[in-house]
């Protein structure tokens, strides 16, 4: 099964600005290669302790990492989709191919929170949860439809012609929803993944069908509600569905081997398709994951060393078939 | 007296046609591999910066995609971050506007980049055009075009509120915003303010708010009038004449001789206006479609269309067309020009053309002499455009004592001798730059 690690972008927010750089280099150089991904949470609004912008931190860290898949978050109901799916591609291009987007969705406080440091505009939702996850819905539709809108070949250097690109080869998008709306096309080429894959953490009371449209469920571990999410999610569900990554702490007194096992061991039965361990302190935790967690997973068969390719191959997701070239 | 240090940067080659896609030596616009190349050469040459344009969207003619340039680009934040991460003492410089964006996310995503980069983060502050650019953002076209200046410069003051760090509130006329901010103190105290703007009001927003001038002024004479104007706006802001930088874009031409240099330049013309591209310059000034004309053939006979406009997405240069055609047709029928003769002809940019010796000395003297503090640069190829120029011009501005051998600051700031930033609040500023020093 894949392993990945959940990282907090305001992790090291605390520390010596000049620090920081030393912080992130040492994590992500001794992460890449032995684990699959990485997820990094923004800490958008998240008073006083906000943090690094953490898509922006993913693109620092990706020329300095190797193999290591690197999904980075992105509170979309607050931000414009634009903004983020060109920041995502970009994000694909730096580390060729091991992008994603772990779309957050701000609720309640966070929500207000970031309400009030953007100010009352039109085009971001209302303050209630329906309106926000409606929004979240929408952007994220928005931003996977921008990664579309540049066929793989629109690209032509054409000197007999002189033209540099071929415009039928670019969409609109012409996204209407209920707050806003996107016309299209995204000034980004097509990424090298064509869709870098969308991740979201589940969350109660979740739409099914918005599980449904993600590549990954990150759904935390140790409760009976994950065999009910993912049974309920594929039930009359066409297709593959996405797939469910059960998140794992290591607990404040350090892990337990065998108690992860067992948990890793429970959630593949409940048809999860990998684990997350969540590191709330990394400057700590970090060490007795590579040398005790990582070696006992690995013994008990359950993760092996990182496959490489792009972080769609290494989440068995197919090619992704471009919307706009498949209409034509 | 010692000499004036030269301030430079280079301009990734943008989205224009200006940049020469048909020659051999022409590699991808967007893979990161490019990108490397280009920040490695510019830091390798101690330049002060690398400067990214903007574009929202993709441009269009006669409502279809523009063909015939260069198109698609990072984003500007992202791909500056990644950059900084690959390099250690050149400044990033991200076009990035006021229209389309909000205080906190910007200001926020700046002081990411400043922090990771340690402390070489700039900004160059842009409006956008509303409707055209507006349809790929949340809240459209939302913002009368006069007040395009006035939401640029409450949103400076507001970014510099969240800069300062603590609990953060901006009311003003476009921002009722309020949170707290946990990234202070940034390594700059605050990003490097640039503006690219030549209006009257765009000269005021800089001289009261930014670090550096983006200028179109790059002859002497030109550059002269305009350096003196800015620079003595300053005073009233209780600024000093140092305390921001005038630097006009520009391109060059090197050739082992004049002669060569002069038929690289012809032969560059030639590749940046095709013949089609000759047709679509005319067509924004005749402002109806021209496509049966034949590029090498005399101008229309017909006089332009002054009704809506035919190009999007570009810098409209030509306000007056019916004067703009009436000179073009003057300057054809004197000189016996063809349509692309003349399009050649009148969309050339500044240019330095001649000998490494020749251009290094010409830099020098445009410095010197009071027409710029520095020059932004922009090559016609990517991602190799600067590799000659870094072999042959850079050592001799050194040889001269005019351009550093090695940087010596640790900022973008202190390279560029900038005083300590601008923060709101006169006591935090000072316990921020006592901390930043210490």
Known sequence: MLLGVALDAAAHADSDRSSWGGFWSGLIGRLDGAVDFVTLEDGFARAGADGPDAVLLANWLAPRSRDIGIIAGAPVNLLEPFHVSTAIATLDYVSEGRAGLLAQRLREARAAEGRRALGALNGFPADDRQAQDRDAQAAIEVISRLWDSWEDDAVIRDPKSQRFLDGSKLHYIDFEGADFRVLGPSITPRPPQGQPPVAIAWAEGDDPSLIREADIVFLPAGQGEIGDVIRDSRRGAEGAGPIFIADLDLGPEGPSIAGLVVAAKQATELGAGGIRIVLSDPSVQLGQLLSEVLPGLRDAGFVRRPSGGTLRQRFNLPVAANRYTAAA | ?438
């Open chain 2, 1 to 438: 007296m010692s000499k004036k240090q030269i301030i430079l940067g280079a301009q990734f080659p943008g989205v224009n046609n200006f940049t020469v896609w048909r020659d051999p030596a022409a590699g991808s616009q967007i893979d990161f591999a490019s990108f490397r190349h280009f920040s490695e050469t510019v830091e390798r040459g101690k330049f002060d910066f690398i400067f990214l344009a903007e574009g929202l969207r993709v441009r269009e003619q006669k409502g279809r995609f523009h063909e015939l340039d260069v198109a698609g680009r990072p984003n500007t934040l992202a791909i500056l971050t990644a950059l900084s991460s690959i390099t250690s003492h050149v400044g990033l410089i991200g076009t990035l506007t006021t229209t389309f964006n909000e205080p906190y996310p910007l200001a926020r995503q700046l002081a990411t980049l400043d922090i990771l980069s340690g402390g070489r983060a700039g900004w160059n502050v842009v409006t956008s055009p509303g409707a055209f650019t507006g349809a790929n953002f949340r809240r459209g076209d939302h913002l009368p075009f006069g007040e395009r200046y006035e939401r640029a410069r409450e949103f400076i003051e507001a970014a510099r509120t969240i800069w300062a760090g603590g609990d953060f509130s901006s009311h003003s006329r476009h921002f009722d915003i309020a949170g707290r901010s946990g990234l202070a103190p940034l390594p700059q105290g605050a990003p490097i303010i640039a503006q690219a703007g030549d209006s009257e009001e765009g000269r005021e927003l800089a001289a009261g708010h930014a670090d550096l001038i983006y200028s179109r002024h790059g002859t002497l004479e030109a550059g002269q009038a305009f350096y003196a104007d800015v620079k003595n706006r300053l005073a009233k802001y209780g600024r000093s004449r140092d305390a921001l930088k005038i630097l006009p874009g520009a391109a060059f031409i090197l050739g082992d001789t004049q002669e060569e240099a002069q038929e690289k330049l012809k032969a560059i013309r030639l590749q940046q206006v095709s013949p089609k591209n000759a047709i679509v310059f005319l067509e924004q000034v005749w402002n109806r479609d021209l496509s049966d004309h034949d590029p090498d053939g005399p101008l229309p006979v017909a006089e332009p269309d002054i009704s809506a406009q035919l190009a999007q997405g570009r810098a409209n240069r030509f306000d007056n067309r019916l004067e703009t055609a009436r000179a073009w047709r003057e300057l054809a029928e004197r000189e016996g020009l063809s349509i692309r003769e003349l399009i050649i002809r009148v969309t050339a940019r500044q240019q330095f053309v001649g000998t490494p010796e020749s251009i290094a000395s010409e830099i020098d003297r445009h410095v010197q002499e009071d027409a710029a503090d520095g020059f932004v640069f922009a090559p016609h190829l990517t991602p190799g455009g600067f590799d000659e120029f870094v072999e042959k011009v850079i050592p001799i501005l050194q040889e001269r004592k005019v351009f550093r051998r090695d940087y010596s600051g640790d900022t973008l700031r202190g390279n560029l001798g900038l005083p300590p930033a601008l923060l709101p609040d006169r006591e935090r500023h000072d316990e921020l730059v006592g901390r930043i020093a210490s």
